[in-house]
């Protein structure tokens, strides 16, 4: 058996961690928390999958939305747009036109 096997094994007898899975995404965690390139290589991934929006990805990485775009850019990626139904985008401007004329 490896040490870090044994090592493991020792903090879930300790009852330290209740499971493998809780100690493997604590480790995740402290991983993700003190190597920032990380976290922006998750994200970016994720984003890139679909897996999560433009500011969730942001968030994952650490840095403010025009930061993440960035990085993207850098990438040599584009940022997607996702599509809005004809409904949706009549309402938004059903409200814009109504805000715009209370205001005048």
């Known amino acids: 058996m490896h040490l870090l096997e044994k090592e493991i094994n020792v ?23 003190n190597r920032p390139q990380l976290r922006m290589e998750v994200a970016i991934s994720l984003y890139g999958n679909e897996e999560v929006s433009l500011s969730k990805a942001s968030e994952i990485a650490g840095v403010c939305t025009e930061e993440f775009k960035e990085s993207l850019k850098d990438r040599g990626l584009s940022v997607k747009v996702p599509p809005i139904a004809k409904e949706e985008l009549d309402e938004q401007t059903a409200l814009i036109v109504k805000v715009s004329n209370d205001n005048f």
């Open 11 to 33: 903090l879930l007898e300790k009852g330290i961690y209740k499971s493998k899975e809780e100690l493997i995404d604590d480790a995740c965690r402290a991983l993700l928390r």
